[in-house]
């Protein structure tokens, strides 16, 4: 990806301003081989160009080798830190930190502050960083497949870096989340779509067959509200829920608008997840009034003082069922 190299050229040459010129150059060279893992098909052809590009990872000079200290030098003070455990630590991956500078491939190099007995000005700790700055370090590596749309992301333009999310030494769930969850990592900024999850109508979440990332890429996306999947809310929607996709012969206006005008994906007090309880779900856009009577049904079919009795269980949906649209040659009211 040569053009966004350049890119990250820039920015890392600025933000890690505690590293030589140089460093930045064999990091950032690193970057080539060590991003993340590839989608399966490509995974023999991309463990080849790894290994190829991990080998420009090596400091090219001596200048530059002489500046790392090495991991056992550096787990001789800080024992507490080691990474063990953890897919960094994989020696087998040739794009791993240990398979690279170890603990100086996100500190930089410290063979100076290891030196000096431990000089903080001599060593990088992203925790000090700003959020984006840190972020460009990981970058380093992890700036492809689900990661390339990072820059610019919703979570990257409002402050929110790797490390707000991910605890590389003391991760405490699944994807070295710092949180044992991911609705509870999520709770931490986004309570209220959290708290959706425990009401009655909601997709399985809580029940743990989807998470929060089924639906969204907290690492950015090409569709709307970092949404993984399709170029529109409803896409996302029907990349599950196919029967839902049309097209229909009889089409219901607001599916083509997508589905959260009528259902809230986090989870609602209804049933089905509807926004609101039927029938004032559908008379919000429905003039009641204007309902063609029924040898049952006086004038309408209202919800006011004497609804109609066939206005019962699913409402309004129990005579028009196929409310998301209809292919039935006279479905143009969805009742069949
Ligand atoms: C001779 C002992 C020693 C060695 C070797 C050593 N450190 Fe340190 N390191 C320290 C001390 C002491 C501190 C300061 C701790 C404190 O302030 O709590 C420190 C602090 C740090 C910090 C935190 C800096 C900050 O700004 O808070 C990082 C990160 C770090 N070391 C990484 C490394 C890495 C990576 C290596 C190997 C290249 C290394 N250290 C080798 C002694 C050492
Ligand atoms: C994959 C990147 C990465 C690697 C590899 C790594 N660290 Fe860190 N380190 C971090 C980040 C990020 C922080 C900031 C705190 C956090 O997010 O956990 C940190 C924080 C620290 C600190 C500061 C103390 C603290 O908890 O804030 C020390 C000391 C440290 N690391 C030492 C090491 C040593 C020693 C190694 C190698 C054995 C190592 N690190 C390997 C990313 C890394
Ligand atoms: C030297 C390259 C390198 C750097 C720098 C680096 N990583 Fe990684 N990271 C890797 C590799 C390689 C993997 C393993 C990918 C795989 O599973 O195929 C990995 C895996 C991960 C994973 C997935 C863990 C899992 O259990 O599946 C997370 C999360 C992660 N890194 C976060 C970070 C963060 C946060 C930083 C910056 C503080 C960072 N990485 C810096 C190379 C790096
Ligand atoms: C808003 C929280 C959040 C932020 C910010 C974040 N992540 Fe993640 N990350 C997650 C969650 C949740 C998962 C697990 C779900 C998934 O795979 O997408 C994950 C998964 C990963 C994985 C493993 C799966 C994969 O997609 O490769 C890696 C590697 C990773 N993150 C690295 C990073 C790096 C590097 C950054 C910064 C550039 C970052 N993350 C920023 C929440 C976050
Ligand atoms: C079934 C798919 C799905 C799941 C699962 C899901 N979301 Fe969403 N999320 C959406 C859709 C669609 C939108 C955009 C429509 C909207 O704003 O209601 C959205 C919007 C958001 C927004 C932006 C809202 C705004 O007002 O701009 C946040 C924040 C969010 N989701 C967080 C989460 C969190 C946290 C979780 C896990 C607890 C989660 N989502 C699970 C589909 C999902
Ligand atoms: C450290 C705080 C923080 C954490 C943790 C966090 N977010 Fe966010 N998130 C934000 C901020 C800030 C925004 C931008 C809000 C805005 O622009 O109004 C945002 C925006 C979003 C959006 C909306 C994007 C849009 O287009 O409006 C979604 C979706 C989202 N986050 C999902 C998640 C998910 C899923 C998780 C958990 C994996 C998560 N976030 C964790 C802070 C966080
Ligand atoms: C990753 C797949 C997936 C995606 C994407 C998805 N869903 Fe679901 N949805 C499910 C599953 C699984 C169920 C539970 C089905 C069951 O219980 O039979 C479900 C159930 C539902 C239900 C019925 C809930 C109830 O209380 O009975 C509705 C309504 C729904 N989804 C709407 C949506 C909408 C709207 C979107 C887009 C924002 C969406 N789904 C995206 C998988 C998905
Ligand atoms: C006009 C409002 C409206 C729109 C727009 C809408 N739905 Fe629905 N949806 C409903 C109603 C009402 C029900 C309850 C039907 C019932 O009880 O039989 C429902 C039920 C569902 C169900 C569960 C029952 C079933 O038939 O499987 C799913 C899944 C679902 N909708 C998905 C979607 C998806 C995906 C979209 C977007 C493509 C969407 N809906 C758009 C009103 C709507
Ligand atoms: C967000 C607004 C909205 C909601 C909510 C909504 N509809 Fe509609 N509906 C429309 C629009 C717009 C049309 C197209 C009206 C037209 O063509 O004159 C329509 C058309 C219809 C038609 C066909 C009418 C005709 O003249 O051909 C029926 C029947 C219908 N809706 C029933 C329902 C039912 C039942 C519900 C509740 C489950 C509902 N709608 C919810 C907006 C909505
Ligand atoms: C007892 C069954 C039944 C119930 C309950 C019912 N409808 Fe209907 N609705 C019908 C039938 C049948 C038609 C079609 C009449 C026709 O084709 O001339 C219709 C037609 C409509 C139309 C099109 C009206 C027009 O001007 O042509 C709308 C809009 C509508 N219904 C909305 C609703 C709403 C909103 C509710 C809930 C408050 C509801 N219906 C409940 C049977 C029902």
């Given at each position: 990806?040569?053009?966004?190299?350049?890119?990250?050229?820039?920015?890392?040459?600025?933000?890690?301003?505690?590293f030589?010129?140089?460093?930045?150059l064999?990091?950032a060279?690193?970057?080539?081989?060590?991003?993340?893992?590839?989608?399966?098909?490509?995974?023999?052809?991309?463990?080849?160009k790894?290994?190829?590009?991990?080998?420009?990872a090596?400091?090219a000079?001596?200048?530059?080798?002489?500046?790392?200290?090495?991991?056992?030098?550096?787990?001789?003070?800080?024992?507490?830190?080691a990474?063990?455990?953890?897919?960094?630590?994989?020696?087998?991956l040739?794009?791993?930190?240990?398979?690279?500078?170890?603990?100086?491939?996100?500190h930089?190099?410290?063979?100076a502050?290891?030196?000096?007995?431990?000089?903080?000005?001599?060593?990088?700790?992203?925790?000090?960083?700003?959020?984006?700055?840190?972020?460009?370090?990981?970058?380093?590596?992890?700036?492809?497949?689900?990661?390339?749309?990072?820059?610019?992301?919703?979570h990257?333009?409002?402050?929110v870096?790797?490390?707000?999310?991910?605890?590389?030494?003391?991760?405490k769930?699944d994807?070295q989340?710092k949180?044992?969850?991911?609705?509870?990592?999520?709770?931490?900024?986004?309570?209220?779509?959290?708290?959706?999850?425990?009401?009655?109508?909601?997709m399985?979440?809580?029940?743990?067959?989807?998470?929060?990332s089924?639906?969204?890429?907290?690492?950015?996306?090409?569709?709307?509200?970092?949404?993984?999947?399709?170029?529109?809310?409803a896409?996302?929607?029907?990349?599950?829920?196919?029967?839902?996709?049309?097209?229909?012969?009889?089409?219901?206006?607001?599916?083509?608008?997508?589905c959260?005008?009528?259902?809230?994906?986090?989870?609602?007090?209804?049933?089905?997840?509807?926004?609101?309880?039927?029938?004032?779900?559908?008379?919000?856009?429905?003039?009641?009034?204007?309902?063609?009577s029924?040898?049952?049904?006086?004038?309408?079919?209202?919800?006011?003082?004497?609804?109609?009795i066939?206005?019962?269980a699913?409402?309004?949906?129990?005579?028009h069922?196929?409310?998301?649209?209809?292919?039935?040659?006279?479905g143009q009211?969805?009742?069949?």
């Amino acid at each position: 990806m040569p053009k966004r190299t350049g890119g990250f050229l820039a920015c890392l040459s600025a933000s890690l301003i505690v590293f030589t010129g140089s460093v930045v150059l064999a990091m950032a060279s690193g970057a080539d081989g060590a991003g993340p893992r590839q989608g399966k098909g490509s995974a023999k052809a991309e463990s080849t160009k790894a290994d190829s590009a991990g080998k420009t990872a090596l400091p090219a000079s001596g200048t530059q080798a002489d500046q790392y200290a090495g991991e056992d030098t550096c787990l001789v003070c800080h024992e507490g830190r080691a990474y063990n455990g953890t897919r960094h630590a994989l020696k087998a991956l040739p794009r791993s930190p240990a398979a690279t500078h170890g603990c100086e491939s996100c500190h930089g190099p410290g063979k100076a502050h290891a030196e000096s007995g431990g000089d903080t000005a001599l060593i990088v700790n992203p925790a000090k960083l700003t959020p984006q700055q840190a972020s460009d370090t990981c970058a380093t590596c992890h700036d492809r497949a689900t990661h390339t749309l990072w820059k610019g992301s919703q979570h990257e333009s409002r402050n929110v870096g790797c490390v707000n999310c991910h605890s590389v030494h003391d991760p405490k769930g699944d994807k070295q989340i710092k949180a044992a969850t991911q609705p509870a990592l999520c709770a931490t900024c986004h309570r209220d779509k959290v708290a959706k999850l425990d009401r009655s109508g909601h997709m399985p979440v809580r029940e743990g067959k989807m998470q929060c990332s089924t639906c969204h890429n907290p690492h950015g996306a090409t569709n709307v509200k970092l949404l993984r999947k399709g170029d529109s809310i409803a896409e996302l929607c029907t990349s599950c829920h196919a029967d839902k996709r049309g097209p229909y012969l009889w089409e219901h206006p607001p599916s083509r608008d997508g589905c959260t005008t009528c259902h809230d994906p986090h989870g609602s007090s209804n049933e089905r997840m509807l926004v609101s309880k039927p029938p004032i779900f559908c008379q919000r856009c429905h003039v009641s009034t204007r309902h063609p009577s029924t040898i049952y049904d006086a004038a309408a079919i209202g919800s006011g003082a004497s609804p109609s009795i066939r206005v019962y269980a699913r409402s309004c949906v129990t005579c028009h069922s196929a409310i998301h649209g209809s292919n039935h040659p006279s479905g143009q009211r969805f009742i069949r």
